[in-house]
């Protein structure tokens, strides 16, 4: 009996100090108040932490009362850092990245918006040494979302020591519960943080109005918010019907055939026919931007995933014509694509040239040249990778286009409005090792 009495205390105090941290948070960011309301408190005794699935905030209830014992600042702090895990989509690029730095880079990222704001009422003990720290990562990255934070680390990988001083500054929760069981309840856990982040989004421009603060939150919350396309889907842009050689299973009656066969011996009563109308991929440009500040293995990258695409999905004529350039401020090389065995030898042997500043005019100016020569009978599109440090064309093509990114950045200009942005992702480019 005093047993429970006992736990029944911890449950309610526990109860308590996290319903006081929601009601600062509240009070104090406004524009927070429809998250909270989404992300239900529930008591999990035995786990030792605090975690989140994207709809419940569970929690240690004797976990809290400790940490609460040592820092009091601690409830507030722990409610913001779980809702902008949320709020920035963090647990679901999971399966997709190293978990392990993942988890470090989106914790990270959260901590260092939580010390932007300046929040007296979520103060911890190590906030100077984080604070400290963040400055160094800062002048070697810039902005702090846990995209870049995670690029980083990938590029430098930090040591052991290293790692175990992130952890004591800024792991806050754990992300157990961030890879659900099943697969539907992420698709609607990230519809509804879709719905929610824009809502603060919006809410966050008349918060912080005249405040400098929040600085770090608009662009973790611009890096969670942006539109994110399929680039397999976009790259069906590019296919135009034509004569497939082979016999079209859909519209060839082999009952008929067969039966002609077994009574007329080798006279069947219907042929197959010799063809099928099927999207492929006939005529486009790839328009690669070898200025300095494209690496070499992204690059390739972006071409092995491009392929690799392409074939996977029989979007392939048995004979293409592909046209893939280099350019920087000028043309460096135009390579013709025939067929698949073209693009493997490109792939294997073809080397990278330019490194010099970046213009897009010139690429537009070539294939329009190409045009007007007859080299192309119906070019769909152009797909043109690059940093985005150049000068766009005036006019509008007349063939689709798309601009493809490693990230976004602020300080580029914007995408024409006749072009498609696309943000790629470097880990995955780099880590493609060849084509498929």
Not at 382 to 398: K, S
Request: aromatic share 12%; proline share 3%.
């Amino acid at each position: 009996m005093e047993q429970e009495k006992k736990q029944e205390k911890t449950s309610r105090l526990a109860a308590e100090i996290l319903q006081l941290a929601r009601d600062s948070v509240l009070v104090q960011l406004r524009f927070l108040d429809v998250a909270l309301s989404r992300l239900r408190p529930a008591e999990r005794a035995g786990i030792n932490a605090v975690a989140t699935d994207g709809a419940s905030f569970f929690y240690d209830p004797v976990y809290v009362l400790r940490r609460y014992r040592d820092e009091p600042g601690y409830g507030a702090r722990i409610y913001l850092h779980v809702l902008l895990h949320c709020i920035f989509y963090h647990s679901f690029q999971y399966g997709r990245l190293e978990e392990g730095l993942w988890d470090l880079a989106a914790d990270i990222a959260v901590e260092n918006t939580i010390l932007e704001m300046g929040l007296n009422f979520a103060k911890m003990q190590t906030d100077v040494d984080a604070q400290a720290y963040l400055q160094r990562l800062k002048t070697e990255i810039g902005a702090l979302t846990a995209e870049r934070i995670y690029h980083y680390f990938k590029q430098n990988p930090p040591d052991e020591d290293e790692l175990e001083e992130m952890r004591w500054l800024f792991v806050r929760d754990s992300h157990e519960l961030w890879k659900p069981a099943q697969e539907e309840e992420l698709v609607i856990t990230q519809e509804m943080w879709k719905k929610i982040s824009e809502r603060v989004k919006a809410d966050l421009k008349s918060f912080s109005k005249g405040k400098t603060n929040s600085e770090s939150l608009e662009k973790n919350l611009a890096e969670a918010t942006r539109d994110r396309y399929d680039y397999a889907k976009l790259l069906e842009r590019f296919t135009v019907m034509g004569e497939d050689v082979q016999v079209n299973e859909d519209e060839f009656d082999y009952i008929y055939y067969t039966y002609g066969l077994s009574r007329y011996g080798n006279m069947p009563l219907i042929e197959p026919l010799e063809y099928r109308d099927a999207k492929k991929v006939k005529e486009f440009v790839i328009a690669l931007d070898t200025s300095a500040s494209c690496r070499g293995s992204v690059l390739q990258g972006f071409l092995r995933k491009t392929y690799s695409v392409l074939k996977g999905t029989e979007h392939f004529f048995q004979k293409i014509n592909v046209h893939i350039i280099q350019c920087d401020s000028e043309i460096r090389s135009d390579v013709k694509i025939t067929c698949e065995e073209d693009f493997d030898a490109f792939l294997k042997n073809e080397k990278l040239q330019g490194f010099g500043s970046t213009d897009f005019r010139p690429v537009f100016e070539y294939v329009d040249n190409l045009l007007a020569e007859g080299e192309f009978e119906n070019l769909k599109g152009l797909i043109y990778f690059t940093d985005g440090y150049g000068v766009y064309p005036q006019r509008m093509p007349d063939y689709d286009v798309i601009f493809a990114f490693l990230q976004d950045d602020d300080q580029l200009k914007a995408v024409p409005p006749w072009a498609i942005k696309v943000i790629l992702n470097e880990d995955e480019l780099e880590e493609n090792e060849g084509p498929a």
